[in-house]
């Protein structure tokens, strides 16, 4: 007959023959304590009353319901399988880690890369950008003939003077260039294009045509100053003057230009003469004069 053992009342282990439970008891495997249930009954007893031995300490009495049918012994061949697949599985799951961690860091290494060739290209189109020259003696004696015909206008507050030709001044729809100087550092150049008129046109972008060539188009990158006063509207685009310098060579190079500013209700049309053209290219030409840097014609 054989026999399920427990320890402590809730692991149930077997079966085994009454040979194998007193090499058991008699090893020290299993204690004194142990309960013991034969095979096919529901009877748990101290497994000491099996053997002629010294009687145990009592022990509480304990009800179990039947051993599992299920409960047996495994042989080697089991544990080393399933070690073996707990192994393989282990080692699928640092593969995919390590395969993973590499993709991320290849991507990395890629990206900053990346992020440097275009840092180094922008580096080298910088440094590649040749601005016009110093001004002849001759050039700096017209300039400086030129400032003195400028309207300027001191800053307290902020430590600066303007200086700006006559389109500054009056109420009209006028393009032209104004500088700022500042006690120390390089001048300010800037670009103002002012629509004056009755009707506002909530101006979006600019249209220029210079000489026979396409049409170009000019979108503000800051906002456009809007304001009205006694029936009249005013809208001012108003932006520094190197953020835009390749369209103002191209302007400045020409002879003339057209000038159409649209917005959603309308648009409005300016010619620009050679006098206006050439107003412009006197302002640059002071702003040079002052310490300005401007970039030569691509």
């Excluded at 004696?141 to 003077?161: H, P, V, Y």
């Excluded at 150049?189 to 002012?194: A, Q």
């Excluded at 959603?264 to 010619?271: C, F, K, P, Q």
Aim: proline share 5%; glycine share 10%; charged share 20%.
């Amino acid at each position: 007959m054989n026999y399920y053992y427990t320890t402590d009342g809730t692991e149930v282990v077997g079966p085994y023959s009454l040979s194998e439970l007193h090499s058991l008891l008699g090893s020290g495997t299993i204690p004194n304590s142990a309960q013991v249930c034969a095979e096919g009954t529901e009877s748990w007893t101290p497994i000491t009353a099996l053997f002629t031995r010294s009687e145990p300490p009592p022990v509480p009495s304990i009800t179990h319901g039947r051993p599992p049918a299920s409960a047996k012994r495994h042989s080697i061949f089991y544990y080393v399988f399933w070690g073996t697949l707990s192994l393989f599985g282990t080692l699928a799951i640092l593969f995919l880690g390590f395969t993973f961690l590499t993709a991320a860091g290849t991507g990395f290494l890629r990206g900053l890369a990346r992020h440097v060739s275009k840092t180094e290209d922008a580096s080298s189109t910088t440094i590649a950008t040749k601005n016009l020259p110093p001004l002849t003696d001759a050039e700096a004696q017209e300039a400086n003939r030129l400032l003195a015909g400028l309207r300027a206008k001191r800053d307290d507050i902020e430590g600066i003077t303007w200086y700006s030709p006559n389109e500054a001044g009056g109420y009209r729809t006028a393009v032209y260039l104004y500088i700022g100087q500042k006690e120390k550092g390089q001048p300010l150049l800037r670009w103002k294009i002012r629509y004056y008129g009755d009707d506002w046109l909530f101006i979006r972008r600019y249209r220029v045509k210079i000489d026979q060539q396409e049409p170009k188009t000019l979108l503000p990158t800051t906002e456009i100053k809007r304001d009205h006063s006694g029936g009249s509207v005013w809208e001012i685009f108003d932006e520094s003057a190197i953020e835009h310098a390749q369209l103002l060579n191209q302007i400045l190079a020409g002879n003339s230009a057209y000038l159409r500013m649209e917005g959603s209700e309308g648009h409005h049309d300016l010619a620009l003469g050679s006098e206006q053209l050439q107003r412009m290219r006197d302002v640059l030409l002071v702003y040079r004069h002052l310490g300005g840097t401007w970039p030569a014609q691509e």
